[in-house]
C-alpha cells in the first residue's frame, strides 16, 4: 500500500497536485469528506502555524478558532500534541473538557465528526497536522493504525509541496527585481530564441543582449541561458499556484 501511494506521489509538485493526491489516493483508503493540512515550524515556544491545505473545508472556521497571536485555537490540536495519538471527535458525544464556544463555532461549520493525527519532524524542525472531517463514526485501533501510516507519507509529501512553493516564491522575488528590458530579455531566452534574434526584436546591438543577460544571470541566480529557460518555463506552467493557502 505505501509503495503504491509513493508512486502516485512522485509527480506531486504543486498544490493543486497535493490536493488531487489526497481526493485519488487517501480518501479511497481513508473515507473523509474534508481534509485540513497545516504546517508548521518546531521552535522553543511550540509549533508556529505557516502554512494550511484545506480540501472541501469550511475555512470560516480558522477565523473563528483564531487566536490573538494568529494561531489556531484548538482543544484537539492540543490533545494531540500532549499524545501524539490520533485523536477522535464527535459532536454527537463531545468530549467533556471541550470549551463550548470552540464547540459552537465546530456546530456551525455542519461537520459531524473528525480525526485528527500529525508528524513531529525533528529533522526538518517542522510539525504537520492533519484533521479528517465527517468520517465514519466507528472509529477503532485499525482506524487509528491506518492513520498512524497514512500521516508520515502524507507528512513528506506535503514538505515537498512547502519547499517547491518556497522555491516558486524565491524565483518569483527575483523575477521582480529585473528591470523592464531585462523582463523582456529573459522572455525572448525563454521562447528560445537567440541572442541575434532578440537584438533584432529589440532593435539593440548584441553586445547590449549579453550585457542584460550577465545582470539577468546574476539577480536570478542561474548560470547558463538553457537553466533561464528551463526555470522560466517551470514559472510559466505553473503561475502562481494556489499560494492563497499560505498564512501571512
Keep these: 500500500m505505501i509503495d503504491q501511494l509513493l508512486l502516485e506521489a512522485a509527480s506531486v509538485i504543486t498544490v493543486a497536485d497535493f490536493k488531487e ?18 504546517y508548521g515550524r518546531v521552535h522553543a515556544g511550540g509549533v508556529g502555524l505557516d502554512y ?16 490573538k497571536a494568529g494561531g489556531m485555537d484548538s482543544p484537539i ?52 497536522y492533519y484533521s479528517f472531517f465527517d468520517i465514519d463514526d466507528h472509529f477503532d485501533e ?16 506535503m514538505c515537498k509541496v512547502i519547499d517547491h512553493f518556497n522555491d516558486f516564491s524565491q524565483f518569483e522575488s527575483k523575477l521582480n527585481t529585473l528591470t523592464k528590458r531585462e523582463s523582456e ?3 525572448h531566452v525563454g521562447q528560445g530564441k537567440t541572442n541575434r534574434e532578440i537584438s533584432e526584436s529589440l532593435c ?13 544571470f546574476d539577480k536570478l541566480n542561474v548560470g547558463t541561458r538553457s537553466q533561464l529557460a528551463g526555470l522560466l518555463a517551470a514559472y510559466h506552467a505553473r503561475s502562481r499556484p494556489d499560494c492563497e493557502f499560505k498564512l501571512l
Design 142 to 157: 485499525p482506524k487509528a493504525a491506518l492513520l498512524r501510516r497514512l500521516c508520515p507519507l502524507i507528512h513528506e509529501v
Design 185 to 187: 530579455i529573459a522572455l
Design 77 to 128: 490540536l492540543r490533545r494531540w500534541i500532549a499524545t501524539q495519538e490520533p485523536q477522535f471527535f464527535s459532536v454527537s458525544n463531545p468530549w467533556t473538557d471541550i470549551p463550548p464556544l470552540w464547540f459552537e463555532h465546530f456546530r456551525s461549520t455542519g461537520l459531524k465528526n473528525l480525526v485528527s493525527h500529525g508528524v513531529f519532524d525533528a529533522q526538518r524542525c517542522v510539525g504537520t
Design 204 to 216: 539593440l546591438s548584441e553586445i547590449t543582449i549579453k550585457h542584460h543577460l550577465m545582470k539577468i
Design 21 to 38: 493526491w489526497l481526493r485519488k489516493s487517501i480518501r479511497p483508503l481513508y473515507p473523509h469528506a474534508a481534509i485540513y493540512c497545516g
Design 52 to 67: 494550511v491545505i484545506t480540501d472541501n473545508f469550511p475555512v470560516a472556521h480558522l477565523d473563528n478558532i483564531r487566536n
